[in-house]
């Protein structure tokens, strides 16, 4: 396997653990921010969804499954930070 394909299948591991745990939380009475899977989301969210080439893709496919990334604070080079709106809360990442 090339080192690419080997990179595509992490990146698509990691957003579909990404998702499962947004699922997880939103699920959850509790508060998003306070969650302990917070940590984990906000760790993956800044590795995938802040800065690179594919980051318009990957904050594509997360809307396509009900968990839209909104911006945050953008200055004149793009989003600084960004957030996902849950039932039990926000959380902002970036």
Request: proline share 3%; charged share 25%.
């Amino acid at each position: 396997m090339a080192i690419d394909e080997v990179m595509e299948h992490r990146v698509a591991q990691d957003l579909e653990r990404l998702v499962d745990y947004l699922r997880i939380v939103d699920a959850d009475s509790c508060e998003a921010r306070t969650h302990p899977l917070a940590t984990e989301i906000i760790g993956l969210a800044n590795d995938y969804l802040t800065l690179g080439d594919e980051v318009d893709s990957y904050r594509k496919k997360l809307q396509s499954v009900g968990f839209p990334v909104y911006p945050g604070e953008v200055d004149r080079f793009g989003w600084l930070t960004a957030y996902f709106s849950l039932r039990s809360g926000i959380l902002l990442f970036g």
